[in-house]
């Protein structure tokens, strides 16, 4: 687990009046912080995106390599996809200087090897999606809370329940089954869901226990 120094983040003279996000990654970025709210919203997106394996917060980029126009082009996070593709990820606005560097970035890189994409996604575009980030702040700390215990019996129990008959079902009737522990059952269900095995409107319906769950694909 990344060790985050909390009183050095929340101090640091340069953040000035920003909040600042300490959190825990289940995608393998370990503990992380940020010092912007639309940081931690593409993180969080980030979290419950099926398509990313895993990510890594303010990677090491290489600017020694480029001009100094550059230095604009510091990532928030380096994104390993479940193809294994790899791109880096920056939140910012549109400006001709970093579409430039952006550019300049891609023209250096096109015939070299191991260098990944670079994109850039707008602040509005990430304020659009508020509920599912909402939705996923709470199914990641489901997730949080229950990793350290087994889950195998209600993986098992969800599994049976949602993947044969491939039929709705709420969350309430598998937080409601027999013989499982429902604070883990959530947890299981989340997972299920990050992983894309299963489907819920996240998008513009708050996650609850009235959510309906859909198969999208055997594991």
């Not at 009183?7 to 289940?26: C, D, H, M, Q, T």
């Not at 100094?68 to 479940?82: K, R, Y």
């Not at 309430?172 to 947890?187: H, R, V």
Request: aromatic share 8%.
């Amino acid at each position: 687990m990344n060790a985050v120094n909390s009183f050095e983040a929340v101090s640091e003279p340069s953040r000035g009046l920003s909040n600042i996000w300490i959190a825990e990654s289940n995608k393998g970025a370990g503990r992380f912080s940020v010092s912007t709210d639309v940081a931690y919203a593409q993180l969080v997106l980030l979290e419950g995106d099926p398509y990313v394996r895993t990510y890594e917060v303010y990677p090491d980029f290489p600017l020694k390599e480029f001009s100094v126009s550059m230095g604009s082009l510091a990532p928030l996070a380096l994104v390993c996809s479940v193809d294994g593709d790899q791109s880096y990820i920056q939140v910012a606005d549109d400006n001709v200087r970093l579409l430039n560097a952006i550019r300049e970035y891609h023209s250096l890189t096109a015939q070299k090897k191991g260098f990944p994409k670079y994109k850039l996604n707008s602040p509005d575009a990430i304020w659009e999606k508020k509920i599912l980030m909402d939705n996923w702040i709470f199914l990641s700390s489901a997730i949080t809370r229950t990793k350290r215990y087994s889950m195998h019996r209600e993986m098992r129990t969800a599994r049976e329940m949602l993947f044969p008959a491939q039929t709705l079902h709420t969350v309430q009737d598998l937080l409601s089954l027999p013989n499982t522990d429902p604070a883990i059952m959530l947890g299981a269900i989340a997972i299920l869901l990050q992983r894309g095995a299963i489907t819920a409107n996240l998008d513009s319906k708050v996650f609850g226990a009235a959510t309906r769950l859909e198969v999208t694909r055997n594991e």
